[in-house]
Structures are given as structure tokens and as C-alpha cells.
């Protein structure tokens, strides 16, 4: 009954845009650290870039520059704003979170259903 849902992703050509967004919804609580993960075919999953509940954030190396993760508490949304995407960042993306709410008041792990981002010519 907690959900993530993303929206944004699509087929982009090297060099370009896109921007990824994640509404949470549900009888909730808090919403701790939240993020963005992607997993290509073949390879584990990994983190994208991250945001904690004070607003510190991180990103993986090979996205460093390129992306910038924001969250707006009052929406409960995150958002992947990716600029000159390269074809190594072609993959599923999956917006993650950690979140307390009713039905489970300690923090728990959600996962969105994934969106397809394709980076070709």
C-alpha cells in the first residue's frame, strides 16, 4: 500500500536529457534516504546516486557531473535529472527509498517497478 512510481524515461541519443521523477504514496510517516539505482542487462544492480533525509547527497563515479538527484519533502518526489547520457548509462531505473509509515512504523525498504532508459544513435 506504500508505492513509488517513476515516470520519464524513454529513448534519448547520446549527448541528450532526460529526467526522471518518483512520486511516494501511502499512509506514511517519514521518508528516510531515498535514490536512484539501474541495472543493465547481464549486471547487478547499482547505485546511481543517493539523498538523505538532511539533503546530503552522493553519486556513483561515472555519473558524478552529469546527474543531479533533489527530493521535494512536501511532495514526496525524488527526482534524476540526467544531462549528456551515454550509451554505458542504458539500463533500467529503479527508485528506491526508505520510509516509515503505518503499516510498518521503522524504516523499510521500497522499490519502484523500474523504468526503461535506452541511450542510442
Known amino acids: 500500500q506504500v508505492q513509488l512510481a517513476e515516470s520519464g524515461g524513454g529513448l534519448v541519443q547520446p549527448g541528450g536529457s532526460l529526467r526522471l521523477s518518483c512520486a511516494v504514496s501511502?499512509?506514511?510517516?517519514?521518508?528516510?534516504?531515498m535514490g536512484w539505482y539501474r541495472q543493465a542487462p547481464g549486471k547487478e544492480r547499482e547505485l546511481v546516486a543517493g539523498?538523505?533525509?538532511?539533503?546530503?547527497?552522493n553519486y556513483a563515479d561515472s555519473v558524478n557531473g552529469r546527474f543531479t538527484i533533489s527530493r521535494n519533502y512536501a511532495k514526496n518526489t525524488v527526482s534524476l535529472q540526467m544531462n549528456n547520457l551515454k550509451p554505458g548509462d542504458a539500463a533500467v531505473y529503479y527508485c528506491?527509498?526508505?520510509?516509515?509509515?503505518?503499516?510498518?512504523?521503522?524504516?523499510?525498504?521500497?522499490w519502484g517497478q523500474g523504468t526503461q532508459v535506452t541511450v542510442s544513435s
Open positions: 501511502g499512509n506514511i510517516f517519514s521518508i528516510d534516504d
Open positions: 539523498i538523505r533525509r538532511g539533503g546530503s547527497t
Open positions: 528506491h527509498a526508505l520510509i516509515q509509515s503505518a503499516w510498518r512504523p521503522y524504516d523499510s525498504e521500497y
